[in-house]
Each structure stands twice: as C-alpha cells, then as structure tokens.
C-alpha cells in the first residue's frame, strides 16, 4: 500500500475519535511544511483537518471535542469569579487579563471562548499562529 507514494494513504483509517477521509491541498490551518494534512470526519460530527503526523502519533484524537470536555468542566466549576480566576495556558497559570497583556489577545475575545467551553491553549495556539501567519505576509 505505502512505499510507492510519498505520503502514507490514511484514508477510511481511525484516529480516536477521528476517520480520515481525503488529503487536504487548501493549506488553510497548515502550511506545506508542515507535512500532509488530512480531512478528517469526528464522531461528533464535526469537519477538521488534522496533519498525519498528529494522527500517527496520537496527539490528535479528535476535532477538540475530547479536550473541550474537560475544559467545560473546569470552566463550569470556576465560572463564578471568572475575572480573578487563573487559567492554565502551556502550563502556566494566569488571569485572562494577564493572558491578555501578554498576547495581545482582546480580554473579551478571551471571556467569549471561556464562555463557549473552548479549549483555551487550542484556541490562543490557533489565534497566536494566525497573527504570526499574517505578519509574515505583510513583512514580504
Ligand atoms: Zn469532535
């Protein structure tokens, strides 16, 4: 099956809770150097497009529903005193408003994925890389 082609064929193979479907040529979430990346089809219904790498390796396991799980389940606890609460970011423990002088992340922008149950480190990582992507076009 491999061998012949570059890159390995992962379609109709599961991932968690992942089934990859068709390579992705649109290089919107991943640049090519990155490697291949794959559509892939969630039990949860979602579409993502996940690099094969990750698949392979086992850090994706799913469209982030999985950890989003867990995220809504700390957030719920904590949603009392969101503004002085500390969120985990890579590990490290900070306000929103910390994260937000930080990064450069709108505080509000912060309190809507927190509210929405979204996986903060995916979502500032996602947010991060964006911006980064963004300024590299406008510097050529
Ligand atoms: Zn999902």
Not at 52 to 64: E, H, M, P, Q, Y
Not at 122 to 128: G, N, P
Request: aromatic share 10%; charged share 30%; hydrophobic share 30%.
């Amino acid at each position: 099956m491999s061998g012949s082609t570059h890159y390995e064929d992962l379609a109709g193979r599961r991932f968690g809770r992942l089934v990859a479907s068709h390579r992705s040529y649109s290089k919107k979430y991943y640049p090519s150097f990155y490697g291949a990346t794959w559509v892939c089809k969630c039990d949860c219904g979602n579409i993502c497009e996940v690099l094969a790498v990750n698949l392979k390796t086992g850090r994706t396991r799913s469209c982030g529903c999985l950890r989003s799980d867990n995220a809504s389940m700390v957030i719920e606890k904590n949603r009392k005193t969101p503004s002085g609460k500390k969120h985990s970011y890579h590990g490290e423990m900070m306000t929103v408003r910390e994260m937000s002088d930080r990064y450069g992340v709108k505080t509000a922008t912060i309190y809507a994925w927190i509210q929405r149950g979204k996986d903060l480190e995916t979502m500032l990582d996602s947010f991060l890389r964006r911006r980064e992507m963004r300024n590299e076009e406008v510097s050529i």
